[in-house]
């Protein structure tokens, strides 16, 4: 890759702003490296990182249960399996909106995968949170099985699959600014969305009961989180392939600092999740460049022992 001084990239920006006035001392290759590659990569890692931590929270919140992350109710296998089909019917080549059809079936089949999960789980007009994680590990797993069929009878398309993995183990991989200005800020409003339902699910804490003695509806609670959760889920997913880990960690990070106020969790968690991402996806591409690192594997690696030392600094102290 093409390195640019930082200097060079923050007069570049500079120079950029309305009122910026500096004399390029720099190629203009430099120039449309930044504004055509990496911005674009900076901003897309600010909005997958946004949309899982900020997911992540809500699945926490909505499960009631700290081990929940945005790929807990088998969207992972979801995304997995749309991706794998769309490599071996159409192709990497075809395209929508900016998009190869890897990320949008991956998208969609994350889509996908959530809702048949509600619909399985939905009974009699309620939804049991134990029933939501059990239909999700099942859907998830049926899902997995078909995206490993499919792999294996495709011996054929096995440079395609291969992409396709490549693509599954998460990285932040745009061409140029059309997928990033589509998705971001729909990630926007979904995480302002969410905003509305922050004090419900501070209720939902409490208990079903609790909630609903104060005026909580709990279906539709439950089913606006759900929504939100999903939307923001996809939407990382067509932009990075699954990056694991963020929607796990973040919020735990988060809560341990400011506690389990949902109304202050879910903002913070936002920012920290895209400043999180940001960084793992420098490290990744610079760490052992020129070879890139897929920053699904490097923020496993690197969130893992983090989380480690952030539970045990708790001391027992976490609260959910």
């Given at each position: 890759s093409v390195s640019i001084h930082p200097l060079t990239a923050l007069a570049a920006v500079w120079n950029a702003l309305p009122f910026g006035d500096v004399t390029p001392w720099w190629p203009d290759t430099d120039t449309q490296i930044l504004f055509g590659i990496r911005l674009p990569r900076v901003v897309a890692a600010a909005g997958v990182g946004a949309a899982l931590a900020a997911s992540g929270?809500?699945?926490?919140?909505?499960?009631?249960n700290p081990l929940a992350d945005p790929f807990v109710i088998g969207s992972s296998g979801g995304?997995?399996?749309?991706?794998?089909?769309?490599?071996?019917?159409?192709?990497?080549?075809?395209?929508?909106?900016?998009?190869?059809?890897?990320?949008?079936?991956?998208?969609?089949?994350?889509f996908a995968a959530v809702w048949v999960v509600y619909g399985i789980s939905r009974h009699r007009g309620r939804t049991s949170i134990s029933s939501l994680i059990l239909a999700g590990f099942a859907v998830g797993s049926v899902?997995?099985?078909?995206?490993?069929?499919?792999?294996?009878?495709?011996?054929?398309?096995?440079?395609?699959?291969?992409?396709?993995?490549?693509?599954?183990?998460?990285?932040?991989?745009?061409?140029?600014?059309t997928p990033v200005v589509t998705v971001v800020p729909v990630v926007l409003i979904a995480v302002a969305a969410a905003m509305f339902l922050t004090w419900r699910l501070n209720a939902l804490a409490m208990g079903e009961r609790q909630a609903a003695r104060v005026g909580v509806n709990v279906e539709r609670t439950r089913l606006a989180a759900l929504v939100l959760a999903s939307i923001l889920t996809a939407l990382a997913v067509s932009l990075s392939g699954l990056v694991a880990f963020v929607g796990l960690l973040v919020p735990h990070g988060?809560?341990?600092?400011?506690?389990?106020?949902?109304?202050?969790?879910?903002?913070?968690?936002?920012?920290?999740?895209?400043?999180?991402?940001?960084?793992?996806?420098?490290?990744?591409?610079?760490?052992?460049?020129p070879v890139e690192l897929p920053v699904g594997i490097f923020s496993a690696i690197v969130g893992s022992p983090l989380f480690i030392v952030l539970l045990r600094r708790a001391r027992g102290s976490y609260d959910f």
């Open positions: 929270v809500l699945f926490q919140a909505l499960l009631r995304a997995a399996l749309g991706a794998a089909l769309g490599a071996l019917l159409l192709g990497r080549h075809v395209t929508l909106l900016g998009f190869g059809i890897v990320p949008l079936l991956g998208f969609a089949g994350a899902a997995g099985a078909l995206n490993a069929l499919v792999v294996m009878l495709s011996d054929q398309l096995r440079l395609r699959i291969a992409q396709t993995f490549a693509w599954l183990l998460g990285g932040i991989s745009v061409n140029g600014w988060v809560r341990l600092m400011i506690g389990p106020n949902n109304r202050l969790l879910l903002p913070a968690a936002a920012i920290a999740g895209a400043a999180y991402l940001i960084v793992m996806d420098l490290l990744a591409r610079t760490v052992l460049a």
